[in-house]
């Protein structure tokens, strides 16, 4: 199955169809044997469309572990979830971009052609390290210039400090006039993506995966995407749905309605924040997807798993940071 846009209409499609909340999925892996748990993902992900009301996905990216998954593991990832997505009737239950990021050429592009082959709706790219030079900008549009001609998909870009440094507004709106890409997470301070969002206008779907500041860049810079991280499905229970409701507040122009519910989420935000240990980001959201009722699974190494003390921590904030379930 291929696409359903030319790479020559990606910007179109894109601005039409990428919007609202996608989330960054965790993938779950079987404590016994440290398999993916394939059909633990699937559950999150219905769990997520249908329950949350999630309008999209990001898979096999950083929070994914993809680092410690093999390629074909990388691929199958993408498979379900285009196989969830399309298990409504009528229609997709949600968007799907797929994570191709690698420091070799050759895997991203094999995995971005999966990706197209497959029917995924765009893929996301992340920065290669080149901490080495110093001057990087025709290479790094060189090499989005690569995958933007070797598929028809819609690409994101993905700046993160991870690479070593931080690609500029100006080259980001570079990259922007080639025709498929048509999004960022654009991990920076604000004032640069801000300055991205005036340049970019409306070649580039700008986007950062602060939740905290999601609501602001709404209404101050008219955005439509969050492009993401784990709040959407962390933040939110089937019968709380706050991220959801603020967000839909927002963009139908209530304003202050929109900061009470996003200021009522304070005190999980907060909670989630103050029991992450600083080397164990995956394992603490996995483990509080369990509490939530989600497949959360074990951590591959290189990560490290929870103890006893840091678990039982997070339950007692869990317990008291008033989300309902």
Known sequence: MMGRYRRTEAKDYARENMKGIWAAALTPFRPDDFAFDEEGFKANLRHWAGELGIDGVFVAGKQGEFFSMSVAERKRSFEL??????????????????????QNLDTVLELAK??????????VVHAPMLHFLNERDDTLFEYYRTISEAVELGIALWSHPDSGYLMSPELCARIAELPNV???????????????????????????????????????????LYLCSSPPYLLQTGKDRRMRAYTDLAFAGKAEEARRVRDSLEPVR?????????????????????????????????????????????QEAFAACGLAR
Request: aromatic residues 6%; glycine residues 10%; proline residues 5%.
């Open 114 to 123: 999966h990706a197209e082959a497959i029917g995924a709706d765009y893929i």
């Open 270 to 314: 907060q909670a989630l924040r103050s029991t992450r240990p600083g080397g164990k980001p995956q394992a603490q959201q996995k483990y509080w997807q369990e509490l939530l009722g989600q497949v959360g699974g074990a951590v591959r190494r290189p990560m490290l798993p929870l103890t006893e003390e840091e678990k039982a921590k997070i």
């Open 182 to 224: 048509v999004a960022i997470k654009y991990s920076v301070p604000r004032d640069m993506y801000v300055r991205l969002t005036e340049l970019a206008g409306e070649r580039l779907i700008v986007s950062t995966a602060s939740e905290d500041e999601w609501l602001d860049n709404i209404l101050e810079l008219g955005w439509q």
């Open 81 to 102: 979830a285009v196989e969830v997505a399309q298990e409504r009737p009528g229609g997709r239950s949600f968007g799907t971009i797929m994570s191709c990021s690698d």
